[in-house]
């Protein structure tokens, strides 16, 4: 008498599955949020010996930005120690400070481009943005680095590749770090009032 053999069937658990992509999604996820909190813990420190450097703090600033700036794909969060910096330093000039930093750092990105080289180089967003840079390069510059969701490593390898002009590449980009980080601390100094407001009512600690 012959046996037939079942089917072996596999039980699903019904958990979900994480995939190479969305693990690796969450480990930078938790790498930037972690870094991101330890950079404003650390500027909270360091905010009492940054001021009794007097001036120098906004060239603490200035290589700060030039740092992070400098820094490809992977984002370093140096807005947010001047955000805590801001406090108690002159707006303008900080911000000021920092986007020349921040504009002299993104040189490394305009320079991978002009080699032909770096990691977003032939993507599918660099041919897009390739002959708009070609046409529309001092706004592109300044929209890419005024509007931080955008991705200012990309611009600044097209407008290498594309031979754009350094002199209008620092205006452009100093501009619109400028305009960002005035933004930014503005909003830090407001929610910082808002808390201190909130305080009163409601301590919190």
Do not use: C
């Not at 929209?143 to 931080?148: H, K, T």
């Not at 452009?172 to 305080?199: C, N, P, Q, Y």
């Amino acid at each position: 008498m012959t046996t037939l053999a079942r089917p072996n069937h596999a039980i699903s658990s019904g958990a979900p599955r994480l995939n190479p992509a969305m693990l690796k999604g969450i480990i930078k996820s938790a790498i930037t949020a972690a870094v991101f909190a330890g950079v404003i813990a650390t500027a909270y420190l360091l905010l009492p010996q940054l001021e009794a450097t007097g001036n120098w703090a906004y060239g603490i600033g200035f290589l700060i930005q030039a740092t992070t700036s400098a820094s490809i794909v992977v984002p370093i969060p140096g807005m947010a120690a001047l955000m805590v910096m801001s406090q108690d330093m002159n707006l303008l000039s900080l911000a000021a400070a920092g986007a020349a930093g921040g504009a002299i750092g993104e040189l490394f990105g305009y320079w991978l481009g002009s080699q032909g080289r770096g990691p977003l180089v032939k993507t599918g967003l660099y041919r897009k943005l390739e002959p708009a840079m070609k046409r529309f390069g001092g706004a592109i510059v300044f929209l890419f680095a005024a509007i931080p969701v955008l991705p200012m490593d990309l611009a600044g390898i097209v407008a290498g590749a594309t031979r754009y002009p350094v002199a209008r590449y620092l205006t452009a980009m100093f501009a619109g770090k400028f305009l960002l980080l005035t933004i930014g601390f503005l909003a830090a100094r407001e929610f910082v009032s808002a808390f201190a407001i909130l305080d009163k009512w409601i301590p919190l600690g």
